[in-house]
């Protein structure tokens, strides 16, 4: 199937740095692209999602000046966390849907641990 | 806005035993997925069903949708060790036109051998 790689997979920083997650997609082209925030024992939730050329769009509740989303080329999205601090430790992970199908897969994923 | 129950929240069976895994929707589903995650992994694309009635199978996992598109099952066959881990379902609320999906909180499988 389709291959999404993450990076990094996983990241400790300390309070007030800011954080770099990229989203690839490797053996396909992908113009929407989603980001998830998965938290221990709960399930996923989507925090936006990554238009290749144009703004992403924000869910509810999620800060878009916090969670940066670039999405500059057709196989690449980045989140980056700014200022981060202790709450936004978390799991983050993105997913990318490959054209003119239904399938939606997903990267690996980045545990992010901030002091 | 659209919530999946999963059920059980978790099962441990015993090697070679046969389980069922349920989500339920508060609304019709248009596309109801099945991802496979291990803790602090990834989500392994397993299947994803459309029409009511429908039903696919991958090596020894079987899922179907019900015919009112409310309900989905996900079958294991002679379970083993590899098949461990977190199963999720999820659904996109809009009817299948943006992809943004929702999910259920998951079903923890544990299989002894």
């Known amino acids: 199937g389709a291959v999404v790689s993450q990076h990094p997979s996983r990241v400790i920083c300390k309070s007030g740095t800011s954080v770099k997650i990229e989203c690839r997609s490797l053996?396909?082209?992908?113009?929407?692209m989603f980001w998830y925030r998965q938290f221990p024992k709960q399930s996923l939730m989507l925090m936006a999602t990554s238009n290749e050329g144009s703004k992403a769009t924000y869910e509810q509740g999620v800060e878009k000046d916090k969670f940066l989303i670039n999405h500059a080329s057709l196989t690449l999205s980045t989140l980056t966390v700014t200022s981060a601090h202790p709450e936004d430790s978390s799991f983050y992970i993105c997913?990318?849907?490959?054209?003119?199908?239904?399938?939606?897969?997903f990267g690996s994923g980045t545990q992010l641990s901030v002091l | 806005s659209q919530e999946l129950e999963q059920s059980p929240q978790s099962l441990i069976v015993q090697e070679g035993k046969n389980l069922t895994i349920n989500c339920t929707s508060s609304k019709t589903l248009y596309g109801l997925y099945w991802y496979k995650q291990k803790y602090g992994e990834g989500l392994i694309f397993l299947m994803m069903l459309q029409k009511g009635g429908e039903e696919k199978s991958h090596e020894k996992i079987t899922a179907k949708l019900d015919e009112k598109k409310q309900q989905s099952s996900l079958h294991i066959t002679a379970s083993q060790p590899s098949h461990a881990g977190i199963y999720l379902c999820g659904a996109d609320p809009s009817g299948g036109s943006n992809y943004k999906l929702t999910f259920g909180k998951g079903t923890l499988l544990t299989v002894n051998p």
């Open positions: 997913s990318a849907r490959v054209a003119g199908s239904e399938k939606l897969f």
């Open positions: 053996d396909f082209q992908a113009t929407t």
